[in-house]
């Protein structure tokens, strides 16, 4: 992995972690809205259409550190690997159209102000929930890497998002359905908040740790392999190789 990228997406992450910080901040204020709308209407500001890069960007950069552990999980854990890279591609994707559908409302507020249509407010929710599961399941996904490469505690972590977020789409299903742009306001959202950020922030850590996994070429005979002597045989199974 590129030394850049790494770096940067190390560095995203923990703003990603800060991000959530914020949000669970908002959501217990009870405030909590998209950077391109502020009360009820889409908001023009040079400062919203930077949000909307930036939001892209970190999205971009953490997905490029998920895509490197799974390329280390795939040697152990093939149909994880496989199952962590489609759930990162959806993250990607629900991210991209969260921001296109934002960006497209900042292009047309510049000509029309008007207050954000009903519309636009169930195709935010749609993407928004889309996002939150997408990245629920890239977390549980790379649970078997955390579990050998991290600690218990962050392997037991990955498992909460998840189910919060089955919480928060039964709530809005069945309970209090928000009329907003986002979900409604609950302990359970909040706690997802917390997961979240906490996540985030864990795994900017892992990466400064262990960042000789994420530079260094992978080596899959050295993560497959079982040294069972001092000589120049090694045994994968019942395979030998000789170095």
Not at 10 to 37: D, E, K, P, S
Not at 48 to 61: E, F, P
Not at 180 to 197: D, I, K, R, Y
Request: hydrophobic content about 60%.
């Amino acid at each position: 992995m590129p030394k850049g990228l790494f770096y940067t997406g190390t560095a995203f992450c923990l703003f990603l972690a800060l991000a959530a910080a914020a949000g669970l901040a908002q959501q217990l204020r009870g405030q909590v809205t998209f950077v391109a709308v502020h009360g009820g209407a889409v908001s023009t500001s040079s400062a919203a259409a930077w949000a909307i890069v930036v939001a892209l960007l970190a999205g971009m950069a953490a997905a490029a550190i998920l895509l490197r552990m799974a390329a280390l999980l795939a040697a152990r854990n093939l149909f994880a690997a496989f199952l962590a890279i489609f759930c990162v591609s959806g993250t990607i994707v629900s991210l991209a159209a969260v921001v296109l559908l934002q960006s497209r409302m900042l292009v047309a507020a510049r000509h029309v102000h008007a207050p954000l249509g009903a519309p636009l407010v169930q195709f935010h929710f749609a993407a928004v929930m889309m996002l939150g599961y997408f990245l629920s399941m890239s977390f549980l996904a790379l649970r078997p890497y955390f579990r050998i490469q991290a600690s218990r505690f962050l392997s037991a972590t990955v498992f909460f998002p998840l189910p919060l977020y089955l919480l928060i789409l039964l709530q809005e299903m069945f309970v209090t359905g928000s009329p907003a742009a986002l979900p409604a306001v609950t302990p359970a959202s909040a706690v997802f908040f917390a997961a979240t950020a906490l996540l985030f922030f864990a795994i900017s850590v892992h990466c400064i740790r262990h960042r000789h996994m994420f530079l260094e070429m992978t080596n899959l005979r050295e993560l497959l392999e079982s040294r069972l002597d001092h000589g120049k045989e090694r045994v994968i199974g019942r395979v030998a190789y000789d170095s």
